[in-house]
């Protein structure tokens, strides 16, 4: 008896209900309980220090030595109210994860008096041993040495672990010479160069706009399996997804699960998480169940970008730890499952002014809905322009199993933008050139604003095969991974936009010098780029064949693999977008590029390693038994002096295991061969393809497919890992 997985099998019912519920206490009264708000500091503020803490969280004000010691005296006088004994800056490193390095507030003073300190200095600076993150050779280049700095736009909050209380202090990550070493650096510089672009364009429609904020809502879907029967699964506990595992007899065929009645065991898991989550300012909206068993999903309002970011790194850490209180384990994973559906984290983007305008709000008059086209088909010119860029921003190992698999959009970036908006294009694109005189009549009377939520009631719009969709009032980024930070595809998003407006700005300039007026100038670029762009725009299905070879016709980019993909990052053209709106240069942006090859090769050969490992020390060992079983079997009955047509089944079994087993075993060979010629060469580009080609392309699928069959043709007691009915149905 294979006795983990049924130890497993044994605890679940008494997992499950080890954990209660706390009554629930009212979203309003714990609302960012363990955050430093802006009104908590203006309680531990002294004036000046708080109208200093104001400026730079609004205006990116620098803050001086005295004021960051005012700041972080109060900060600690809230922390240590709350119980908080330590502090630690907070950062997300290039793991794509978030990052803390604790330090107590405690310190001896020179006469070796005890006392709890913590100064401006603290606050402001750090420095974390940067040499064991990922720096993509930055670290050879520069000095080892990395830093941590305060990131005022985004509040300090405590954090709960257990009985300890910290107070986190969220921070970018950059090395001694300044090159960023994170996630939000980029995002940051990112969001000031989108801010700018977009000021200078509103200014044609109204000059009160002085700050552009790009906006975030963020879709979290997850797996939730006992952690018992995870536990049990060496491959979801290295790599967070199963190498391994037969279809269900019951999937997701009888389409129960999506918008079901949450099971008990999740419910208090989800109000759990949420609690925590609201305490720590994280304002969640919504969760329901997924379209696969045992998926779900939850997603909160939206905010302004840089916190949004930190908002879903910070739900990922909170989901996790909470999970185990409940003796579940949360998969966020992009396929933990194969066969079944996998998860994303949709991206809903929009840009909002400081007068309260969404800009991808369709308006109520010419002029705003003429601001609106304009936003909207610049976004749509930045992807089409950048959709390589696009493409490599959401590339991993793990989304690579998502992207194309018929159930998530294709790796071919298009639009959909319903069928309205099609319309409302295809006459702008229609008219003569140059013939917009009449625009104020003829084309903005085109009543975008009343037709929007008509368009909204259209199923077509629905169309959840599109990565990159129209949904009203925002565009929507759902090709983005469930276990990715959402700071790097936001980076690129906000560049290509920042890019594409700044040169919408100097084409219509270059008209209205030539005499145009200011709205037919408008006009014309908006032709000119619905005509330029216009191939990106697709409403069909985007899983459909059809649509594969209609992209390639088009000449649409399609890479389906992540080595390939990041090219993009390496391109001359990106370098220059990256320079000129001072993201990265060019250092920092190749970094990037060896950073992700890296990750994807130790994944890949992290999975090829837990495969070969299973294959050979568990799976061979429980076929091999069953096999004794059965000639004991044949044996006996020869014996007993049966004839060799009673025992035939038997034979036929054995047989068939026995080539199974020479598959796998030769395969696994074969495999461990391609790897050590994989780590053999030295240009990452090209290790990172022979690991995708030649690791996980020539063998994963052949010793999946085998062990899988042996699965369901050997005794199911001996079988040692949790199956698929066990991890999705059991809870
Ligand atoms: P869905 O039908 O995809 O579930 P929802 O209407 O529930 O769409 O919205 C999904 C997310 O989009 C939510 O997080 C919501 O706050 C966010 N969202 C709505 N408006 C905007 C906006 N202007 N900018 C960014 N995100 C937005
Ligand atoms: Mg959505």
Known sequence: MSSIRFTAIKNIAKNAISYEVK???????????????????????????????????????KIDRAMGNNIANG???????????????????????????????????????????????????????????????????????GYTAWDPSSPAFVMETGQGKTLCIPTIFVSYTGESLDTKTPLIKAVVALDKAAVDVCQYFDKNVSKVNATLGWEQEYFLVDAGLATARPDLLLTGRTVFGHAPAKGQQLEDHYFGAIPERVYAFMKDFETESYRLGIPLRTRHNEVAPAQFECAPIYEELNLAVDHNTLLMDVMTRVAKRHNLMVLLHEKPFAGINGSGKHNNWSMSTDTGVNLLAPGKTPKTNLMFLTFFVNTIKAVHDYAELLRAAIASAGNDHRLGANEAPPAIISIFIGKYLTEVLQQIEKRVSGNFDETDEAILKLDIHKSIPELMLDNTDRNRTSPFAFTGNKFEFRAVGSSANCAVPMTVLNTIMAETLTNFKKDVDALIEKGDKKEVAIMQIIQKYIVESKKVLFEGDGYSEEWEKEAAKRGLPNVKTTPESLDAYASDKAKKLFEDHHIYNHLELEARHEIMLEAYIKKVQIEARVMGELATTQIIPAALKYQNSLIENIRGLKEAGLSADTYHAQKEILEKINEHINVISTNVKSMIEARKKANDIAHSREKAIAYCDEVKGKYFDIIRYRTDKLEVLIDDSLWPLPKYRELLFLR
């Open 75 to 145: 900060m600690k006088a809230w922390a240590e109210e709350k119980g908080v004994s330590h502090f630690t800056h907070w950062f997300q490193p290039l793991t794509g994860l978030s990052a803390e390095k604790h330090d107590s507030f405690f310190t001896l003073k020179g006469d070796g008096t005890a006392i709890q300190e913590f100064d401006g200095g603290a606050l402001i600076q750090q420095e974390p041993d940067a040499s064991s993150f990922p720096s993509g050779g930055l670290r050879a280049t520069f000095e080892a040495r």
């Open 23 to 61: 009554s629930s206490e009212k979203v309003t009264s714990i609302f960012n309980e363990n955050v430093f708000t802006l009104k908590t500091a203006r309680h531990y503020l002294s004036d000046d220090a708080y109208k200093s803490l104001l400026a730079s969280t609004s205006g990116g004000k």
